[in-house]
């Protein structure tokens, strides 16, 4: 009688250790891939807020420089190509191609001394410097997020569980896109 | 019971306890490390981010450093920001004026409950307006202190954040639960019955404060109160022990001659060791002298 009761007391001590082995790697996935779907959504809360200062800043150069027609265009192309823009690659591509275009919009009050000299100008070129610098960060927790991510995701036990409940096997890092990591506010 | 004063004692220890890291320690909200402003000076721009933090609890910091020895200014302005914690914890209103004297660069580090009372533009205009040229004729005083003043009045022409966040509060009063289930433990401990009345004695106004209270500062201080005067009861609850148990042991003496120890419940009759109390004050004590606010890389940079 005595003997059963102590098999049973095993019993359920091995089993209470395999449900908490259990729970801490489901749960310690679960909480890695939340991090990484949060920064994500930063970089993209940065990246929006980018995007907000474009039509400000593209009314104030036309002000000044109203016959650089194919760079306005461009500039549209570039953000709806963002706003179709779906997976971390293509809003990699997407985000590039705006950095691309706002540091040649920069570029472009070079030839114009009045617009240069503008208040609205120079604060422009604040908020899109703090931009940029905010991209730059959260692209790195970004990046950090992603990579506990992975290193755990694809050492052994937990891989076992990214099998069998279906997680990402391998987290996508946002790289950084040319121009975008030289804040626009530089001397030229 | 000495296993449990060993136990917490060595959990308080080891409590305080910070990984080290490569980050100059801040001092105060100024912090000269390139011995450019002279004592006076640095105590006006002290009292001044002090009247500034008293008035609005924001915390404006500076740090001037020689050299950023190759580092990024932006990345390097972040490090120290959310290292220190500037600015308070859930508010996460801090200013960083970082300045870096050979590389002739500074930036103005806003955390993110300051964001939108500092946009970037008015960061970058104070740069520019006040700071810039200032350093350029070498009155790196003079800059700083009227950057201070222009943020502060801004700051306060704004309504003030909110208080603290929900979680914060929660956790707070676990905590203060389990600190006075300690302390009831304790006085249970020393004095029985009598310990627990003599505790609730005290604490049962600080409570009706609390809850009777009619704003944010009012129930802050009420809860501050909690945290701290019920440990002092006990404390002097745990001095005053050994004297009215010495008073009670020598008149039950001359009553019962020699047997009242049979009337003494055992758990007095050995002397309780009281190291553990100098240990414990010390939970809940804060490292620096800044809140531990953070920040997402908000400002300006700029150079003269």
Not at chain 1, 160 to 187: C, H, M, N, T, W
Not at chain 2, 88 to 98: F, P, Y
Not at chain 2, 134 to 160: C, L, S, V
Request: proline letters at 4%; glycine letters at 10%; aromatic letters at 12%.
């Amino acid at each position: 009688m005595k003997k059963g009761y102590i098999v049973f007391l095993v019993a359920v001590a091995i089993l209470f250790s395999a449900y908490q082995a259990f729970k801490f790697q489901y749960n310690r996935l679960v909480l890695l891939d939340q991090k990484v779907q949060e920064s994500w959504s930063q970089i993209e809360n940065v990246l929006q807020r980018r995007n907000d200062l474009i039509p400000n800043l593209v009314e104030t150069v036309k002000g000044y420089a109203k016959h650089e027609k194919e760079l306005f265009l461009e500039v549209t192309e570039a953000r709806s190509r963002w706003a179709g823009a779906k997976t971390v690659k293509e809003k990699e591509a997407a985000a590039g191609g705006i950095s691309g275009v706002l540091s040649r919009l920069l570029l472009v009050a070079e030839n114009y001394p009045e617009l240069k000299a503008s208040g609205n100008f120079l604060s422009l070129q604040d908020e899109l410097a703090g931009a940029e610098n905010r991209i730059a960060v959260e692209r790195k927790r970004y990046n950090e997020s992603v990579n506990g991510y992975n290193s755990i995701a694809k050492s052994f036990p937990a891989i076992l569980f990214v099998r069998l409940f279906k997680f990402d096997g391998e987290k996508e890092y946002f790289q950084s896109v040319e121009g975008s990591s030289i804040p626009p506010a530089v001397q030229f | 019971m000495r296993k449990f004063f060993v136990l917490t004692l060595i959990l308080f220890s080891v409590l305080p306890c910070r990984p080290q890291n490569a980050l100059p320690k801040p001092d105060g909200f100024i912090n000269d490390y390139a011995n450019t402003l002279a004592p006076d000076e640095k105590e006006a721009l002290e009292s001044l981010a002090a009247s500034i933090e008293k008035e609005t609890s924001a915390e404006i910091s500076t740090a001037i450093i020689n050299s950023l020895e190759g580092k990024n200014l932006e990345d390097y302005a972040l490090e120290i920001f959310n290292g220190w914690g500037v600015g308070k914890k859930g508010k996460d209103n801090g200013v960083l004026i970082l300045v870096s004297i050979s590389d002739r660069q500074m930036r103005i580090e806003v955390g993110y409950g300051l964001e939108s009372v500092l946009p970037d533009a008015v960061c970058g205009r104070i740069i520019r307006n006040v700071m810039a040229p200032q350093f350029r004729e070498g009155n790196y005083y003079r800059g700083i202190y009227e950057a201070i003043t222009a943020m502060g009045e801004t700051i306060k022409g704004e309504p003030p954040a909110s208080a603290t966040s929900n979680t914060d509060s929660i956790k707070f009063i676990g905590f203060l639960a389990v600190w006075h289930a300690f302390l009831i433990l304790f006085s249970f401990l020393l004095f029985h019955i009598a310990g627990v009345i003599i505790y609730f004695a005290a604490v049962t106004p600080l409570v009706l404060t609390a809850l009777a209270s009619e704003n944010g500062s009012q129930y802050q201080a009420a809860m501050g109160l909690l945290a701290v005067v019920p440990f002092f009861i006990v404390f002097f609850m745990g001095m005053a022990a050994p004297f009215i148990f010495g008073i009670l042991s020598w008149r039950l003496k001359k009553k019962y001659k020699k047997s009242w120890k049979e009337h003494i419940p055992s758990y007095l009759k050995k002397p309780m060791s009281r190291s553990g109390f100098s240990g414990s004050s010390r939970g809940g004590g804060r490292g620096g002298s800044f809140g531990g606010g953070s920040s997402g890389g908000g400002g300006a940079s700029g150079s003269w």
